[in-house]
Antibody
Framework: EVQLVESGGGLVQPGGSLRLSCAASGFTFSSYAMSWVRQAPGKGLEWVSA????????YYADSVKGRFTISRDNSKNTLYLQMNSLRAEDTAVYYC??????????????WGQGTLVTVSS | DIQMTQSPSSLSASVGDRVTITCRAS??????LNWYQQKPGKAPKLLIY???SLQSGVPSRFSGSGSGTDFTLTISSLQPEDFATYYC??????????FGQGTKLEIK
């Protein structure tokens, strides 16, 4: 059974940093790209960042480029999101998702339960 | 960036109704369109991928169609557990996804 468990959320002051983790199990972690998607309170889904299975390719939304860094440790089956220079508008539930990517289709087929990040003084 | 626009933003319907939600892309995305269902306090759940393929375990009352820029999600006969928010997602830009703003389906 595929399981994704996020951790690391919490309350942080504006300008601060936080590192989120996503522990994966039930599939060959290194074979799949992974993503982070967030949802501000009462708002819709926003794609944040993604990383290839090997970790060699990374992608970011313009809203977080230069502030957030996605990485993975395939030996630990864990995905990370390092978030620096946090702003109030980064307040959201952050989900990690497993990606299935082929030449004909690409989708997020499993999601974690989410971890809440609150940026406030 | 590819923009995704869903309509309507909200919808009231009754159990047993047939419901259609539309999603339009700002440029052609072929069939790289996915649909997700989200219930309050829960993670999104994949319903349809590649515009019309039903994810394993999803009831057959859900269907998707379209290609290019215009797509639809249809629920053939609403069940009580279907009241939720639905999102489309383009995956044409590999690993640089964007979502529609969501459609909240409420009980009439």
């Amino acid at each position: 059974e595929v399981q994704l468990v996020e951790s690391g959320g919490g309350l942080v002051q504006p300008g601060g940093s936080l590192r989120l983790s996503c522990a994966a199990s039930g599939f060959t972690f290194s074979s799949y790209a992974m993503s982070w998607v967030r949802q501000a309170p009462g708002k819709g889904l926003e794609w944040v960042s993604a990383i290839s299975g090997s970790g060699g390719s990374t992608y970011y939304a313009d809203s977080v480029k230069g502030r957030f860094t996605i990485s993975r440790d395939n030996s630990k089956n864990t995905l990370y999101l390092q978030m620096n220079s946090l702003r109030a508008e980064d307040t959201a539930v952050y989900y990690c998702a497993k990606e299935t990517v082929t030449t004909a289709k690409s989708y997020s087929d499993y999601w974690g339960q989410g971890t809440l990040v609150t940026v406030s003084s | 960036d590819i923009q995704m626009t869903q309509s309507p933003s909200s919808l009231s319907a009754s159990v047993g109704d047939r419901v259609t939600i539309t999603c339009r892309a700002s440029q052609s995305i072929s069939s790289y369109l996915n649909w997700y269902q989200q219930k309050p306090g829960k993670a999104p759940k994949l319903l349809i991928y590649a515009a019309s393929s039903l994810q394993s375990g999803v009831p057959s009352r859900f269907s998707g169609s379209g290609s290019g820029t215009d797509f639809t999600l249809t629920i053939s006969s609403l069940q009580p557990e279907d009241f939720a928010t639905y999102y489309c997602q383009q995956s044409y830009s590999t690993l640089r996804y964007t979502f529609g703003q969501g459609t909240k389906l409420e009980i009439k």
